[in-house]
Nanobody
Framework: QLQASGGGLVQPGGSLSLSCTAS?????MGWYRQAPGKQRDLVAT???????AYGDSVKGRFTISRDNAKNTVYLQMKDLKPQDTATYYC???????????WGQGTQVTVSS
C-alpha cells in the first residue's frame, strides 16, 4: 500500500514537494505523471541502493530522495512550469513480486 501526500496549486517558477510512504520495504519507488489525454510518463525513481532515474523534462529541476528506514520517497520540484501540470502517481516496484504498485494520484497544477 502506498500513501502519497503533497501537491496542489503553484505559480510558474514556484516549488512544491511530494512524498510517498510504502507499507513495507520495497526496491524501487518514485513518481510518474499523467496529463489529460496523454500517457503516463516517468518523473523520477530511486532504488533502495540510491540509484536514480529522471524523465528528461524534469532533469535539473526535480530532485528525488528516499528514507529507507521510513519506506518513504520524496520529490522536490523547483522552477515549475505549466507543462508540469498533471496527476502525479507514486509507484513502487517489488523484486519479490515482480510487479509495480501504484498509489492514488495527487494533483499538481502550475498556473498563474
Amino acid at each position: 500500500q502506498l500513501q502519497a501526500s503533497g501537491g496542489g496549486l503553484v505559480q510558474p517558477g514556484g516549488s512544491l514537494s511530494l512524498s510517498c510512504t510504502a507499507s513495507r520495504s520495497i526496491f524501487r519507488m518514485g513518481w510518474y505523471r499523467q496529463a489529460p489525454g496523454k500517457q503516463r510518463d516517468l518523473v523520477a525513481t530511486m532504488t533502495s541502493a540510491g540509484e536514480t532515474a529522471y524523465g528528461d523534462s524534469v532533469k535539473g529541476r526535480f530532485t528525488i530522495s528516499r528514507d529507507n528506514a521510513k519506506n518513504t520517497v520524496y520529490l522536490q520540484m523547483k522552477d515549475l512550469k505549466p507543462q508540469d501540470t498533471a496527476t502525479y502517481y507514486c509507484m513502487a516496484y517489488s523484486i519479490n513480486d515482480a510487479r509495480n504498485y501504484w498509489g492514488q494520484g495527487t494533483q499538481v497544477t502550475v498556473s498563474s
